[in-house]
T-cell receptor
């Protein structure tokens, strides 16, 4: 069965510090991975997907098949990055997402 | 104003009662989903529908039922058989039957069983 693990419930950093939100997955096929974000009083929304290899709001994520990881990184955190972040894996059979338990990022001034 | 609308935002229910949560979308999306969100557990898939008049069980479907009679609507009924119904429920939709991974979420409905 596929699984997404986010080992940290809370990550607290100071403004300007680097950020790395960890995500590990288990999946037998070719994985499609995503990061979703929920800012305070806003809806859950897509941040980025690995196939796009894009940088959104300064965040990047690289799929490492050897380590089965898809960590989200940003070199310099901003206070507005404070939010709940979820890693998600596509179940290609069902075409539905499996989410991790989420990590709350707090960026302190 | 386009998007996903869930209602009600807050709902209280006595034990033994069924309750239906509404989810409506005007995005012309084919696929719709229901997730349950509990603290520390992330989102868990309850039911999903890729097309009108068809739906499938997710990972935690026991005690829930759905219908998909219209493309725009995907109501979720929490039945008295659901042992721990108190939770936050999220509805989502996506374009096409081949989900690209971009889900559009509603604001959620919080159900509390008294």
């Amino acid at each position: 069965a596929q699984r997404v693990t986010q080992p940290e419930k809370l990550l607290s950093v100071f403004k300007g510090a680097p950020v790395e939100l960890k995500c590990n997955y288990s999946y037998s096929g070719s994985p499609e991975l995503f990061w979703y974000v929920q800012y305070s009083r806003q809806r859950l929304q897509l941040l980025l997907r690995h196939i796009s290899r894009e940088s959104i709001k300064g965040f990047t994520a690289d799929l490492n098949k050897g380590e089965t990881s898809f960590h989200l990184k940003k070199p310099f955190a901003q206070e507005e990055d404070s939010a709940m972040y979820y890693c998600a894996l596509m179940d290609t059979g069902r075409r539905a997402l499996t989410f991790g338990s989420g990590t709350r990022l707090q960026v302190q001034p | 104003d386009g998007g996903i609308t869930q209602s009600p935002k807050y709902l209280f229910r006595k034990e033994g009662q069924n309750v239906t949560l509404s989810c409506e979308q005007n995005l012309n999306h084919d696929a719709m989903y229901w997730y349950r969100q509990d603290p520390g557990q992330g989102l868990r898939l309850i039911y999903y529908s890729q097309i009108v008049n068809d739906f499938q069980k997710g990972d935690i479907a026991e005690g829930y039922s759905v219908s998909r009679e219209k493309k725009e609507s995907f109501p979720l009924t929490v039945t008295s058989a659901q042992k721990n119904p108190t939770a936050f429920y999220l509805c989502a939709s996506s374009r096409g039957t081949a989900n690209t991974g971009e889900l559009f979420f509603g604001e959620g409905s919080r159900l509390t069983v008294l």
